[in-house]
Nanobody, 121 residues
Framework: QVQLVESGGGLVQPGGSLRLSCAASGSIFSISDMGWYRQAPGKERELVGTISSGGSAKYVDTMKGRFTISRDNGKNTMYLQMNRLKPEDTAVYYC???????????????WGQGTQVTVSS
């Protein structure tokens, strides 16, 4: 059984910063790519960016420059540093991970439950 748990969300003023975490736990053999998504009220879930097991991060163009994705493979944890936040960044932020289990015999994409980020004065 594998779980991904996001944390670090909350209320922040415009221009502020937040750091989200996504911790994977359970019977993990290894983790390949991980990613952050977000879903604003009334909108479809959208990609924020992804990071490979080697630490190479890619971002959607609109997120570049303000958002930074990193990971600590030793802790099975991925991070999303968000700076200069805007009200339009308000959303539920989700993480996912492509995870090998069962000594490398099984491979699935797992999702976290999401964490709310609200940017408002």
């Amino acid at each position: 059984q594998v779980q991904l748990v996001e944390s670090g969300g909350g209320l922040v003023q415009p221009g502020g910063s937040l750091r989200l975490s996504c911790a994977a736990s359970g019977s993990i053999f290894s983790i390949s790519d991980m990613g952050w998504y977000r879903q604003a009220p009334g909108k479809e879930r959208e990609l924020v960016g992804t990071i490979s097991s080697g630490g190479s991060a890619k971002y959607v163009d609109t997120m570049k420059g303000r958002f930074t994705i990193s990971r600590d493979n030793g802790k099975n944890t991925m991070y999303l540093q968000m700076n200069r936040l805007k009200p339009e960044d308000t959303a539920v932020y989700y993480c996912n991970g492509d995870i090998w289990t069962n000594n490398g015999r099984n491979y699935n994409r797992y999702w976290g439950q999401g964490t709310q980020v609200t940017v408002s004065s």
